[in-house]
């Protein structure tokens, strides 16, 4: 009804009234403010519709449906000028490419740096297998090593296997270089392949082997030569190996190469020092009545045959002359000194009226008088000898760890004196001696400061340590006792060791002189 109309407000006319209507925006006023609206603004205050924006939901005009837009000056022509739904997708595809690319870099980077910084060939060969499976998503991988000739897998080394999975190939032979396994080895360019039951040189897998689907293969080599390949299969996500990973591999195959090559090259110095050190040491003569052994272990770094030796000898009346030593140094300088050194010991402690002080007093200022730069080194020179129905033993140190006594009621102690300086530091100072009686079935044990220095923990840890480990082993003959000494050794194996152990005899035969 009409009184139920709502009345328009003041200044403005209602639904039925003409546009001539006084103070109606007809005649060209704004009511509001009394301008215009070609001034640029709009009735309620804003800006007109000439400014670019549509006053019904502020989109750019003309986009799809003409009007000023349209004008070629205008900086958004048409919708026609966005990038298609086919370029947004090619763009995303690139720029997760260069993602993943840039991810895969830092990977690489690290994985050279894990590689690289072992030397230990098994290590390094698990090593180089893990960090491929890693940067892949594989879940098995494996490295095959050639022999010599380079034509059969000499070493299989296989990851991702379960426990199950292991139980089930029990008594399986390793693989030997047959179906694509052999084909990598006579063709050593990569092989990638979908469905390797249907690949023509497929040979099936053993009975217990678990599914493989998928394979990428490569070649790992070193300066023209293959050291063997690098077996990967089973993407974790299910899909088949890509280009990208194909080119991970085969960047990380070329680290690995450099990688095997470093680690034979360093078994074969470590070999060969090692070789080099004990033809330097000497053999035990025959010692008897005493029972004796010795025992050598060389530093784990390249090269460092170190310095330290052992020796001993039977004496005139009955007496036994065992020393210990260790040059200062890692080298193979340090390894000639040591053997100088022996030498020229073993022939200053035959001298029967010559204590083990004055012996070593003796080696010091010759060492200081003939050597051109004299060495630094520690050394305990120890001697048995039959006295009044029981045996005696006098030992000098010059700075070396004391000598350790198993007697035969099985307590272990240390004969602790002050240890004195080591040679070719105060040649002119005496050398002090020491004597302490010892019941027969004894055993002397003298050891380098290998077998219990441990950087960064006290002496007395790794000396307890040794202790504990000679009385646990102290019924094995001396021999055996030296190689289970080394074996059971406290030290971190950055320094070369020795071990000699003699046994005290019954005195039958030696009378009382």
């Avoid at 893990?130 to 090593?145: C, E, F, Q, S, W």
Wanted: hydrophobic share 35%; aromatic share 4%.
């Amino acid at each position: 009804m009409a009184e139920d109309r709502r009345r328009p407000p003041e200044g403005a006319s209602s639904a039925d009234e003409g546009p001539a209507d006084a103070g109606g925006p007809a005649d060209g006023q704004d009511p509001a403010d009394g301008r215009s609206p070609s001034d640029g603004q709009d009735p309620a205050g804003g800006r007109s519709p000439s400014d670019g924006q549509d006053p019904a939901d502020g989109r750019v005009p003309g986009y799809g449906r003409g009007g000023p837009a349209d004008d070629p000056g205008e900086p958004y022509a048409s919708l026609l000028d966005l990038p298609l739904t086919s370029d947004l997708d090619r763009i995303g595809e690139q720029l997760h490419a260069l993602a993943r690319a840039q991810r895969t870099l830092q990977e690489l980077l690290q994985a050279v740096v894990n590689i690289t910084g072992e030397l230990e060939l098994p290590t390094v060969l698990r090593r180089i297998v893990r960090t491929a499976m890693d940067l892949v998503g594989a879940r098995y991988g494996a490295m095959g090593v050639l022999d010599q000739e380079g034509r059969l897998l000499e070493e299989f080394i296989p990851l991702g296997l379960t426990t199950k999975e292991l139980a089930d190939l029990e008594g399986v032979e390793l693989p030997r270089g047959r179906g694509l396994l052999g084909h990598l080895i006579h063709h050593p360019e990569p092989l990638r392949v979908k469905d390797i039951s249907r690949h023509p040189e497929s040979a099936g897998f053993p009975p217990g082997h678990p599914p493989m689907h998928s394979l990428l293969g490569v070649a790992i080599s070193a300066r023209g030569r293959i050291y063997g390949n690098l077996y990967l299969s089973e993407r974790k996500d299910g899909q088949p190996f890509d280009r990208h990973d194909e080119g991970v591999i085969r960047t990380l195959a070329g680290t690995a190469g450099v990688a095997i090559e470093n680690a034979r090259l360093y078994q074969q110095v470590r070999r060969s020092g090692e070789q080099f050190q004990r033809l330097l040491l000497p053999r035990l003569p025959d010692l008897r009545p005493f029972s004796a052994g010795a025992a050598y272990s060389p530093a784990s770094a390249p090269a460092a045959v170190g310095g330290d030796w052992y020796d001993a000898v039977l004496l005139p009346g009955g007496a036994c002359a065992a020393v210990i030593g260790d040059v200062v140094g890692h080298d193979l300088r340090a390894a000639a000194d040591m053997s100088q050194i022996r030498n020229m010991l073993r022939a200053l402690y035959y001298e029967p009226s010559a204590s083990p002080g004055t012996s070593l007093a003796r080696l010091d200022r010759i060492m200081n008088a003939a050597l051109d730069e004299a060495p630094v080194a520690t050394a305990l020179l120890a001697r048995l000898e039959p006295a009044d129905g029981a045996w005696e033993l006098r030992w000098s140190s010059a700075g070396h760890p004391p000598p350790l006594v198993l007697l035969p009621d099985g307590r272990v102690r240390y004969l602790d004196v002050e240890p004195g300086l080591p040679l070719g530091v105060a040649p002119e100072l005496p050398r002090p001696d020491h004597c302490r009686p010892l019941p027969v079935g004894s055993t002397v044990v003298l050891f380098t400061d290998g077998l219990v220095e441990v950087p960064g923990q006290p002496l007395d840890r790794g000396l307890d340590a040794l202790a504990v480990t000679a009385s646990r082993l102290a019924g094995l003959e001396p021999d055996d006792l030296c190689r289970a000494l080394i074996a059971h050794r406290t030290g971190d194996g950055h320094d070369d060791k020795a071990v000699i152990a003699l046994r005290t005899p019954p005195l039958t035969g030696y009378g009382s002189a």
